[in-house]
């Protein structure tokens, strides 16, 4: 099979994960208001999880870039991603209460990072070998599975449609498919890679630790506190063991 069939064919089916939120539509709204507190907290834990055991190590692994300046590279993301969030409250909230809170945005723009990075390392992989690139493919699927899970909640949670939310995430994901687009197009992509998974990490640990676990404060029976506090350790232990089986 030709290797940018083989490519496009991946980041289309890692895209399509997005839709795993599918399973909750035909949940009552009741019983979704009961798990939405819990995917939050899964959320918090899988983007934490995922900027500290994946996409740092990988950078800091990586050859080009000293360890300062891939920490730089992370403020430099916490603190762009502040500053849309900021642009974002002023441009759809200054006439009044926000609809949708601007978590559910930023999340989106980080997800859609992320799967820009895992649709450059799909085609990067594949361009070396088909196996490696079907391995990866596997990884990143894997990875994105608890991901999508925790993100289809963030954005009900943050005032979206089901529906909505859905098609956002979709949207998001298909990032990958410019990421690898960019990867084929351009030769020396690798050295804009280095930069850009810092970049995401530092956005990711803004999202899960100003907008998503400050909503979890707002819960504050004991009860729902136990179950916040499992749902982000369950969700940082999944990312743990996926990153500990896809490295090893």
């Not at 599918?22 to 907290?41: A, H, Q, S, T």
């Not at 918090?44 to 990988?58: K, V, Y």
């Not at 990072?113 to 699927?141: E, K, Q």
Request: glycine residues 10%; charged residues 15%.
């Amino acid at each position: 099979m030709n290797e940018v069939v083989e490519i496009f064919a991946s980041v289309t089916v890692v895209s399509l994960i997005s839709f795993i939120g599918i399973v909750f539509i035909g949940l009552k709204e009741e019983l979704l208001k009961r798990i939405l507190m819990v995917l939050v907290g899964f959320s918090s834990g899988t983007l934490l999880g995922s900027a500290f055991l994946d996409l740092l190590p990988e950078a800091l692994a990586g050859e080009g870039l000293e360890s300062s300046t891939v920490f730089l590279y992370v403020l430099f993301g916490i603190v762009v991603f502040f500053a849309i969030e900021k642009f974002l409250y002023w441009r759809h909230c200054h006439e009044g209460e926000c609809e949708v809170h601007m978590f559910a945005y930023l999340n989106l723009i980080g997800d859609g990072v992320h799967n820009f990075i895992d649709g450059m390392i799909i085609a990067a992989t594949f361009l070396i070998s088909s196996g490696l690139g079907f391995a990866t493919t596997l990884a990143v699927i894997f990875h994105e599975i608890p991901q999508e899970i925790g993100d289809f909640g963030v954005q009900i949670y943050g005032g979206l449609s089901k529906r909505r939310a859905l098609m956002y995430n979709f949207i998001s994901a298909l990032t990958a498919v410019v990421g690898a687009t960019v990867v084929l197009s351009m030769k020396y992509i690798q050295s804009a890679e280095i930069y850009i998974v810092p970049f995401a990490a530092g956005g990711f640990v803004y999202i899960a630790a100003t907008d998503l676990m400050p909503e979890l404060h707002k819960k504050t029976k004991a009860a729902e506190s136990v179950i916040q506090f499992t749902s982000i350790l369950f969700g940082m232990g999944l990312m743990a063991y996926l990153a500990l089986v896809m490295g090893a």
